[in-house]
């Protein structure tokens, strides 16, 4: 469920920077989600039809990038991939290891058409 407040923070964020580019109407929106991030695509663009309805991003498509989880070993600095088996170091055991890729979720780009766009609006506005 927590994917609705997700989603709605996307259609904040879309819509106030379409405005900013001058306004237009929203047509792709490109989403960031890792692997260990409890993110559901589906869901998402679920919620998505519901919360954008009636606004300039209504019938944006919105496109899931899927970042995989990597880890970096504190000990040796080896970085590898999110095993099944376990989460220790394959290169040397440890078991000091960092989550360093697969937990983000974030609006990499939108895409707002220029057709009826008016000027963007001057910074701090």
Same mark, same amino acid.
């Given at each position: 469920?927590?994917?609705?407040? +997700?989603?709605? *923070? !996307?259609?904040?964020?879309?819509?106030?920077? @379409? &405005?900013?580019?001058?306004? =237009?109407?929203?047509?792709?929106?490109?989403?960031?989600?890792?692997?260990?991030?409890?993110? +559901?695509?589906? *869901? !998402?663009?679920?919620?998505?039809?519901?919360? @954008? &309805?009636?606004?300039?991003? =209504?019938?944006?498509?919105?496109?899931?990038?899927?970042?995989?989880?990597?880890?970096?070993?504190?000990?040796?600095?080896?970085?590898?991939?999110?095993?099944?088996?376990?989460?220790?170091?394959?290169?040397?055991?440890?078991?000091?290891?960092?989550?360093?890729?697969?937990?983000?979720?974030?609006?990499?780009?939108?895409?707002?058409?220029?057709?009826?766009?008016?000027?963007?609006?001057?910074?701090?506005?």
């Amino acid at each position: 469920m927590h994917e609705l407040a +997700v989603t709605q *923070s !996307v259609l904040e964020i879309v819509l106030r920077h @379409a &405005r900013q580019a001058g306004g =237009g109407r929203v047509s792709a929106i490109h989403l960031v989600v890792g692997q260990l991030s409890s993110i +559901v695509d589906d *869901s !998402v663009a679920f919620y998505w039809e519901s919360v @954008a &309805r009636g606004t300039p991003a =209504g019938s944006a498509r919105l496109h899931f990038r899927r970042i995989p989880a990597r880890f970096r070993c504190e000990a040796c600095g080896w970085e590898f991939p999110l095993q099944e088996e376990t989460s220790d170091c394959p290169a040397c055991a440890s078991r000091s290891v960092r989550l360093i890729a697969g937990d983000e979720f974030s609006v990499e780009s939108i895409e707002v058409d220029a057709d009826n766009a008016r000027p963007p609006e001057p910074a701090g506005g």
